[in-house]
C-alpha cells in the first residue's frame, strides 16, 4: 500500500484492509513514499524492492503525473483509494452526498443554508472539494433558493472563521450551515460560540 503524508489519516482503512486481504490468504504490507523521491528522477524504493501481487494507492491529492506514469509502468495491478480516475479506482460519491444532505437540511425547514469549505494552497486539490460543493449548489438551485459559499485558503482558518462570525451577525444570517469537514465544522461551531 502506498500512502502519502500522515500514516495515521485513516487508521481504520489500514485495518479493513489488511482483515480483508488475510480472509483470501494475502498479507498487507505499508510503504510511504516521501515528495522528495517522486520529485526524483528515479523509482521509489517501494517500487524497486517489494515483491507484491498487486498495490493499493492512497495518495489523493494533486496526484504527480510523474508517480502514475511510474506506477502503471510497474505493470502491477493496482488500486487507487479516494482518487477520481478514469479507471482501477474506489472513491466515496461526494457530489450526490452533498445533494442529499443538502436536500435533508431543505427538508428539515431550512432555508438559507451555506456551503464552508477550506482550500488547499488556494485552490480546490481534491475532486472531492468540487464534487461536495456541486452537490450543495444543484441541490439549492433546484430547490429555488440561493447558494452561498465560503471557501478560504487552507492556511487561512482565522479568515474563515472572521467571516463565518461576519455572516452568523447578519440579521438574515444562515439557518444551517454545510462544512465540507471537520476542520471546517470545528471553525463554524467555534465563530457560533464567538457569537452566542
Known amino acids: 500500500r502506498i500512502k502519502r503524508g500522515n500514516a495515521k489519516r485513516f487508521p481504520n482503512v489500514s485495518i479493513t484492509l489488511a482483515e480483508q486481504l488475510a480472509v ?3 498479507h498487507l504490507i505499508s510503504g510511504l ?3 522528495e523521491d517522486i520529485k526524483r528522477d528515479e523509482v521509489p524504493r517501494i517500487l524497486r524492492e517489494l515483491m507484491v501481487d498487486g498495490l493499493i494507492v492512497d495518495y489523493v491529492k494533486m496526484i504527480p503525473p510523474r508517480l502514475k506514469r511510474l506506477i ?3 505493470r502491477v495491478p493496482s488500486v487507487w483509494l479516494n482518487a477520481r480516475l478514469d479507471s482501477a479506482c474506489v472513491y466515496p460519491d461526494d457530489f450526490n452526498a452533498a445533494h442529499a444532505a443538502t436536500v435533508r437540511l431543505i427538508e428539515a425547514g431550512h432555508r ?3 456551503y464552508v469549505s477550506m482550500l488547499n494552497d488556494g485552490e480546490e486539490s481534491h475532486y472531492s472539494q468540487r464534487d461536495r460543493r456541486c452537490g450543495y449548489e444543484k ?3 433546484e430547490a429555488g433558493r440561493s447558494a452561498e459559499v465560503l471557501q478560504h485558503g487552507e492556511e487561512s482558518m482565522g479568515g474563515l472563521r472572521r467571516d463565518l462570525e461576519k455572516v452568523l451577525s447578519r440579521k438574515r444570517r444562515p439557518t444551517a450551515i454545510l462544512a465540507y469537514d471537520d476542520r471546517e ?3 463554524t461551531v467555534t465563530a457560533a460560540l464567538s457569537k452566542g
Do not use: D, L, S
Request: no cysteine.
Open 24 to 26: 483470501h490468504h494475502f
Open 33 to 35: 513514499v516521501p515528495v
Open 72 to 74: 502503471e509502468n510497474t
Open 112 to 114: 438559507r443554508i451555506t
Open 139 to 141: 441541490a439549492m438551485r
Open 185 to 187: 465544522a470545528y471553525v
